[in-house]
């Protein structure tokens, strides 16, 4: 397996594990919001790959903090492909993320979940991110 960013000509591949995220696309949505992921310097997604498939893929973006030293690093998506479960593909990409968002000088990283993922709790938790309850969301009136 390797892990590598993800190219414009992978889309067509990657837009299939959305599916297995529980938010499936078209190609072409998966495409247009790649392309402006990676119109972002500070944004990146990266995939695992073994055989010519895809097993999985995780996006980060980074950005400055006002109130601290360092960069905020955010993860999220991580998904791994319903077929590769059970084979550290998920643990794999987690420690990719994390290096690469270090090496874009995050001092801290978060992840998003939705509350419905409990197994996906429990796997951030094994890999020793905290649960922080507080967050507010709020979409903009169309």
Not at 44 to 69: C, I, T
Request: hydrophobic letters at 45%.
């Amino acid at each position: 397996m390797i892990i590598r960013r993800l190219a414009s000509s992978d889309v067509e591949r990657a837009a299939p594990l959305m599916a297995d995220l529980g938010y499936p696309v078209t190609v072409d949505t998966f495409a247009e919001r790649f392309a402006a992921l990676s119109a972002n310097p500070s944004s990146a997604v990266l995939v695992a790959e073994a055989d010519g498939s895809f097993l999985g893929l995780v996006s980060v973006h980074s950005f400055e903090m006002l109130h601290r030293p360092g960069r905020l690093g955010r993860i999220t998506a991580l998904v791994v492909a319903s077929s590769a479960r059970g084979r550290s593909v998920g643990t794999e990409l987690l420690k990719a993320a994390e290096e690469h968002l270090q090496q874009s000088g995050c001092t801290m990283l978060e992840v998003t979940s939705n509350d419905r993922r409990a197994d996906a709790h429990a796997f951030y938790a094994a890999r020793g991110y905290r649960e922080k309850r507080v967050r507010f969301v709020k979409s903009p009136a169309s």
